[in-house]
C-alpha cells in the first residue's frame, strides 16, 4: 500500500505532538465533515418524506375523490333528467355538491403538484371538460322539462365526456403522483448516511487504538465518549429509517393498496351504472353488466374479496363488506329496472332507475366514499409517521457529530498536553 | 311521542343543564379512535322514543347494564358534551353537524357494527357526515301541515295555505327555527337543504309579519295535536309521527307534504368524544339496526324508521304492524322522498345561531 508507507514515512518525521495534532486535525475534519455531509442527506431525506406526506400522499388520494365525486354527479343528473318536468330538486342538489366536491378536490391537486407540467395540463384540460360536461348536463335537463327530442342525446354527450375525457384526465394526474410517490420513497440516501457514520466510528476507533499503541492507556475518555455519541447517532439513524421505511411500506402495502382497490370498485361500478342509466335512456336493456358485475363480485377474483383481503384491520374488513352489501341491493333494484326495459315497460325503468335504484346507488358510492376517507386517514397518519421519524434526527445528527469533534480534539490534546 | 311542551321543555333543560353540571365534575380523558369498554352504558334520548321492553332486553342481550334517560333536548353545546359521560346522545341532525364540525363526537368504532350497512342510503349523503361516519340516526320524521277538513272547509296543499286570510288567527305553527323557517323557504322556491342567509332572513320576515298580523293561533311543539283534536286551529305546522298517533283518535284530520315539499328530520346517535363505552355504544348501534329490533321500535315510536328492511319484517308480522308498512308517513315511497329537504344548515356557523337566537326571542313563553 503506497498510501501508507507514505504516510507512515510523514509520521516517523515529525515531532509526536505535531503528528498527534494533525491526527486530531484529520479526525475532528472527518467528524465534522461526516456531520454536515449527514445532515445535508438527512435534510433531503425530510424534504422529501414530508412532500410525501403533505403533497404527493394528499394528490393520489384528492384524484380518487375527484372519480368518486363525478360519478355521483353523472348519477344524479341521470335522475334530474328522468324526472323531466317534474324535477327532482333533492337529487339536483345532489348533483350540485357533487360538482362543488369535484371542483373543490381539484382545486387542491392544482395547489399540491408543485410545478408538475404534464398534471397541471391536464387539470387545465379537466377544467375545460368540467364546463363542457356542466352545460350539456344543464342542456339536457332543460330539454328534458320541454320534452324536446334531442335532450337524451345531450345526457348521454355529457356521460360520455366524463367517462371519455374527464376520467382519462384524472387517471394521468393520479398515475403522476403514483409514480412520484414510489420514487420518493424508494430514496436510498440514508444507506449513504449510515456508512458515513459507521466510517466517523471507525475513524474515532482507529485513533483510540493508535493513542493506546503509543501510550500504552487502555482508556481515553473523551475519544471514549465521542465514538459513544457517533454510535448513538448511528443507533438513532437506524432506527429513524427503518421506522421511516416501515411506515412508508405500511402505507403502500395497506392503505394505498386499499384505495387502490376502492378506486377499481369506483371505476367498475360507475361504468355499469352508466351503461344502465343509457340503456334506459335508449329504452332498451343494456348489455355488459354481467361482466362487470363478475369482476367486482366474482369467487376469489373478484374487488370485493380484494378489498377484504387488502383489509389490515376489522374497521376496514366491515367497511369492505358494507360495500359489497350495499352493491348488491343497487344491483337487485337496477335488475328490476333493467327487467322492465325487456318486457318493453319503459315508464317502470324509468322509476326505478332514478327512485329506487338510485337511491342504492347512493347508498354504495357513500360507502365506497366513507371507506377511502378511513383509508386516506390511515395512509397519511402513516406518512406523516414516517415523517416524524426524520424530523428530529436531522438536528440531532449535526449537533451529535460536532459534540463527537469536540470531544476527539479533547481527547487528542490531553495527550499532547503530556509532552508539556 | 319526540317532543315535550315548550314548558316541560324549559323545565327539563334546567334539570339537564344541573346534570351536566354534575356529571361534568367527572371529567375524563378525551380520548379519540380509542374504543373504551365498560359494563355500563349511559344513553341519553329525547322522551317516550324508544319501546321500554327494549332498554333492558337489549342490555341483556349485550350484557350491559343500561343508564337510559330521557332528558335529552338539544340542549348540551358540544363543550358540555366533553365531560358529560354519555356513551350515546341523540340530537337533531342540525346539531350532529355541529357536534362533529367541533370535534365533539367520536366516529364511530363500525367494526362493531356490521349493520351500519342497513343505514338507509337517504340518511348517508348530508354533506356533514357523507357515509355516516360519526352517527347512526335513530328515528326520523317530517314536518308538513295537518289540518281539520271540516275546519279548512277545503284541501290544503301549500305551504301558501298556512298564511291564507280565510285560516288567519286558526293556524299552529311549530317553534322549531328550522323547520318552520325551511318549510317557509320550500314555499317561496328555495331549497333547505342549500339555504343562503338571505333565503333564511326572507322566510323568517315572512313568518314575523305572519306573526305579527295575528296569523298564527300560537306557537307550540307537541300541543299541536291538541289544539287540532280539540277544534282550537284548524291548521297546523306538525309532525308526521304525532299525526300517526292522532289519526287513531281522529281519522279525519289529514297530514298533507305540500306541494312544494316537506321538511324530513332526523335525530340521530353519536358517540361523545370521552365516552366510557365506545364499544359498548356501538353494539347498542348495531343491535338498533337490527331489522327485527327496529321493527319492534318502530312500532311503539311510530315514526320514520332509517333501518332498510323495517317494512318487510312489519309486514312479515301481519295485522296491525303490517298496516304501518303500508303508511306513506313511515315510509314515503320515492315519489314523496322526492319532496322531503333535510336542513342544510347556513354556511355560516354564527349566522344560524343569531337567527335561531332572534327566532327563538320572538317565540311566546
Known sequence: ?420 | MRRLTRRQFLGRSAAAAALVGLTGCVGGALEEDIVTASSQLRVLNWSEYIDPDLIDGVGAELGLGIDYQELWEDNYSGQDLFGSQWDIVTPTNWLAAQYIGEGAVQRLPVEFIPNHANIDPVFLTNGWDRGARFHMPWQSGITGIAYDPELTGRELTSVSDLFAPDLRGRVAMIGEMREAVGLVMLGNGDDPARPTSGQAEAAYAELLAANDAGQFHSWVFNEFTDLLSSGQVAASMAWSGDVVQLQLERPDIQFVIPEEGAIQWFDTMVIPTGSANAQGAARWMNTFYDPVVAAANTQWVQYISPVVGVADELRSLGGEAAELADNPLLFPDDETQRRLFIWGGLDSTADEQDLDDRFAGFLPE
Do not use: C, K
Open chain 1, 1 to 420: 500500500m503506497p498510501e501508507r508507507t507514505q504516510s507512515s514515512r510523514w509520521l516517523n518525521t515529525s515531532s509526536t505532538p505535531d503528528r498527534l495534532r494533525l491526527m486530531a486535525i484529520f479526525v475532528v475534519l472527518v467528524l465534522v465533515g461526516i456531520g454536515f455531509t449527514s445532515w445535508i442527506l438527512t435534510d433531503r431525506l425530510v424534504s422529501e418524506t414530508e412532500e410525501v406526506a403533505n403533497s404527493t400522499g394528499e394528490v393520489l388520494v384528492a384524484t380518487q375523490q375527484v372519480s368518486a365525486s363525478f360519478a355521483e354527479a353523472d348519477a344524479s343528473a341521470v335522475s334530474v333528467h328522468l324526472a323531466g318536468a317534474d324535477g327532482n330538486r333533492e337529487q339536483r342538489r345532489l348533483y350540485e355538491l357533487a360538482i362543488d366536491r369535484a371542483t373543490s378536490s381539484l382545486e387542491q391537486v392544482a395547489r399540491l403538484v408543485g410545478d408538475d407540467e404534464p398534471s397541471h395540463d391536464s387539470l387545465q384540460a379537466i377544467a375545460a371538460e368540467t364546463t363542457e360536461y356542466a352545460g350539456l348536463i344543464e342542456a339536457a335537463r332543460l330539454g328534458s322539462i320541454e320534452g324536446l327530442v334531442g335532450a337524451d342525446a345531450l345526457l348521454n354527450e355529457a356521460s360520455a365526456v366524463n367517462r371519455l375525457q374527464i376520467s382519462p384526465d384524472v387517471q394521468l394526474i393520479a398515475d403522476r403522483a403514483s409514480t412520484r410517490f414510489d420514487d420518493q420513497t424508494a430514496s436510498s440516501w440514508y444507506t449513504i448516511e449510515l456508512i458515513l457514520v459507521a466510517v466517523a466510528i471507525a475513524v474515532l476507533l482507529g485513533a483510540q487504538l493508535l493513542l493506546n499503541r503509543r501510550f500504552r492507556r487502555l482508556v481515553n475518555v473523551p475519544l471514549v465518549l465521542a465514538t459513544i455519541v457517533m454510535i448513538v447517532l448511528l443507533v438513532a439513524s437506524a432506527r429513524g429509517f427503518a421506522t421511516q421505511q416501515t411506515a412508508f411500506s405500511d402505507a403502500d402495502s395497506q392503505a394505498f393498496d386499499a384505495i387502490q382497490v376502492s378506486e377499481d370498485i369506483q371505476q367498475s361500478a360507475y361504468r355499469h351504472r352508466a351503461l344502465s342509466t343509457s340503456a334506459v335512456l335508449e329504452g332498451q336493456p343494456a348489455s355488459g353488466l354481467t361482466e362487470l358485475e363478475d369482476v367486482l363480485t366474482g369467487a376469489g377474483t373478484g374487488l370485493f374479496e380484494q378489498a377484504r383481503s387488502a383489509a389490515s384491520s376489522q374497521r376496514e374488513f366491515v367497511s369492505a363488506n358494507e360495500i359489497e352489501i350495499r352493491w348488491d341491493r343497487y344491483v337487485a333494484e337496477n335488475a328490476l329496472s333493467q327487467a322492465a326495459l325487456e318486457r318493453g315497460d319503459l315508464g317502470a325503468a324509468e322509476v326505478i332507475t332514478q327512485g329506487a335504484a338510485n337511491s342504492a346507488f347512493n347508498g354504495f358510492n357513500t360507502s365506497v366514499e366513507a371507506a377511502l376517507l378511513d383509508n386516506r386517514e390511515q395512509f397519511l397518519a402513516q406518512l406523516q409517521t414516517a415523517s416524524d421519524a426524520l424530523r428530529w434526527l436531522r438536528g440531532i445528527i449535526l449537533v451529535g457529530s460536532l459534540l463527537a469533534a469536540v470531544l476527539a480534539w479533547w481527547g487528542f490534546a490531553q495527550r499532547i498536553g503530556e509532552y508539556r
